[in-house]
Nanobody, 125 residues
């Protein structure tokens, strides 16, 4: 069993930055593909970014490409999401997720086995 705990969410102005962290505990595997998803009220959960075990393989949703950066520290079992140039439409609850297996990442949320509880990100205009 793997437990994921997100932190770093908050309220930020349009154009601002936040850095989310996801700490893994239990029996984490550095070989897991790690991902970030988000869900706004009334919307489905959508993919944001994913990273392979080595950190060299990353994949982003078009909506965040060039603004968000995903990274991981396997020694400390932590995944990060650096969010720059935030927009009001980025407002959502952000979730960290882990998918057993090799790259490429699963095609959607169903392929991720472990999930965190989420952290709220609010971008004011």
């Amino acid at each position: 069993q793997v437990q994921l705990v997100e932190s770093g969410g908050g309220l930020v102005q349009d154009g601002g930055s936040l850095r989310l962290s996801c700490a893994a505990s239990g029996r984490p595997r550095s070989t897991y593909v790690m991902g970030w998803f988000r869900q706004a009220p009334g919307n489905v959960r959508e993919f944001v970014a994913a990273i392979g075990w080595s950190g060299s393989m990353t994949y982003y949703a078009d909506s965040v490409k060039g603004r968000f950066t995903i990274s991981r520290d396997n020694a400390n079992n932590t995944v990060y999401l650096q969010m720059d140039g935030l927009k009001p439409e980025d407002t959502a609850v952000y979730y960290c997720a882990a998918a057993p297996g090799a790259w490429p990442p699963p095609g959607g949320p169903v392929g991720y086995k472990y999930w965190g509880q989420g952290t709220q990100v609010t971008v004011s205009s």
